[in-house]
């Protein structure tokens, strides 16, 4: 019951997301969350408090990734929870192309309903590709 209604959850902030709004991700995340996301790309780096993650999500929207989750587990008591989310995500370019695709898990620990740290799992030579493509189109640079 707790992993189906995680996912739904997961799933709605994923859509919104995908239309270019993070309020709802942002909505879950405690004041002290920290992002972790390994690597050595302009995505990388460990974003603590919800500003540093806002930050990063509005980029995420602002390019238009576009993120889905395959899978999504939550376990535990409300006060402790681990979710653990097996995805995949993409760009496309304003003229169709496919121009980063990749697979995630994303790792974290819940306190009532609260993101409280995560940890993002991909392929991180694809994300310093996406960062090559995204010098050069990217209206904003992070």
Known sequence: MVSWLGEKLVAYNM???????PKPTLRMEAEGVT???????TWSGVFRGKREVRSWLER?????LQI??????????????TICVRGHD????PS?????????VIWGRLAWGK??????????????????WLAVHEPVAA
């Not at 859509?15 to 709004?21: E, F």
């Not at 995420?60 to 238009?64: D, E, L, N, P, S």
């Open 35 to 41: 992002l972790h996301f390994p690597g050595d790309s």
């Open 115 to 132: 993101m409280q740290e995560y940890e993002v799992y991909e392929d991180t030579q694809k994300a310093k590709a996406l960062d090559d």
């Open 60 to 64: 995420f929207a602002r390019v238009k």
């Open 96 to 104: 169709g192309e496919r121009i980063y695709e990749n697979r995630y």
């Open 90 to 93: 993409h760009l496309d370019s």
């Open 68 to 81: 889905f989750a395959d899978e999504v587990i939550v376990k535990g008591w409300p006060w402790s929870q």
């Open 15 to 21: 859509k919104r997301l995908n239309a270019g709004d």
